[in-house]
């Protein structure tokens, strides 16, 4: 993982709107939405040099009334490259989250790797997400996948967790915890996974 891994706190930072990936370079950047936030966010990333690559995280946490949108339009110009995203969402309340994924790869950029996932988790009966992945490929040559979930709290883990001495507060936040691990764990280590980190416990346990 880059050093140079970008964190965007939307609602306090600006996100880029286009970015343009080139030969050799990769783009680490990761997008981080907390409750008390709504907005529309979009990025729009070319990778245009081979060898380039992209590994892009999402995470956004809603609730209350908030509407959150994101979108990511990902554009493959050249062969040889790679790109690797993952969205994860946490809405409560009567939030609505919507996030918007477009991996377009050119006919000539053979041997390119496209890996996309988006999954949301609802914490409210009023709460809803939706998730719209495409992929437009050209080439013959590439390796490119997408997935998509909406669910819910798996009552089950509760019960069991529960039977061990752990309060059913205690287990939803784990689970939740667990649910948005994968994206933080793309983050380097270091005082600004830290402090990100302690926003989203803290955030968490007013979800839950």
Known sequence: MSENHKIYIIG????????????????????????????????????????????????????????????????????????????????GGSAKAEFSGKITVVQDAQKTQAFQNSHSLLLGESATAQTSPQLEIYADDVQCSHGATVGKLDEDEQFYMRSRGITLT????????????????????????????????DAVSKLI
């Not at 370079?25 to 729009?44: A, F, R």
């Not at 983050?187 to 416990?201: A, F, H, N, R, V």
């Open 12 to 91: 306090k930072d600006t996100l880029p709107e286009r970015v343009s990936v080139e030969a050799g370079q990769s783009l680490n950047l990761t997008m981080v939405v907390l409750p008390g936030v709504s907005c529309d966010e979009s990025l729009q990333v070319e990778l245009v040099g081979q060898g380039a690559s992209v590994d892009i995280g999402g995470l956004y946490l809603c609730q209350d009334n908030e509407r959150v949108r994101l979108s990511v339009d990902l554009v493959h110009k050249v062969g040889s490259c790679r790109s690797d995203q993952l969205f994860k969402g946490v809405v």
């Open 170 to 201: 205690q287990a939803r936040f784990l689970q939740v915890i667990s649910f948005v691990a994968p994206v933080m764990e793309r983050i380097p280590q270091g005082e600004l996974k830290d402090s990100l980190m302690t926003l989203i416990e």
